[in-house]
């Protein structure tokens, strides 16, 4: 089993920056790629950003140039800087871990809302 636990949301104005962190915790050794998803109500969830043990790195093309992934293997930590932040930035995100069995862990996910 692995936690996920998310911090780092809050409130920011268009244009602002914001960074997220993800603690693992638990059967970390079992975590091959981690990622950001995002969700606003009435939408599903859809992927931002994810980053492989290696730092192979995969952005949503709207995020792509603001947005930037990192991960500490050693801290079993993931970051999101958000930079350039928009109003359509607004959601709730959530922290994604996949095994190298194919189990896919959620953290409880954090709010993160742009003002215009």
């Known amino acids: 089993q692995v936690q996920l636990v998310e911090s780092g949301g809050g409130l920011v104005q268009t244009g602002g920056s914001l960074r997220l962190s993800c603690t693992a915790s638990?059967?970390?050794?079992?975590?091959?790629?981690m990622a950001w998803y995002r969700q606003t109500p009435g939408k599903q969830r859809e992927f931002v950003a994810e980053i492989s043990t290696r730092g192979v790195s995969n952005y949503k093309e709207s995020v792509e140039g603001r947005f930037i992934a990192s991960r500490d293997n050693a801290e079993n930590r993931l970051d999101l800087q958000m930079n350039y932040l928009r109003p359509e930035d607004t959601a709730i995100y959530y922290c994604n871990a996949h095994s190298y069995q194919g189990r896919a862990y959620w953290g409880q996910g954090t709010q993160v809302t742009v003002s215009s």
């Open positions: 638990g059967s970390t050794w079992t975590i091959a790629a």
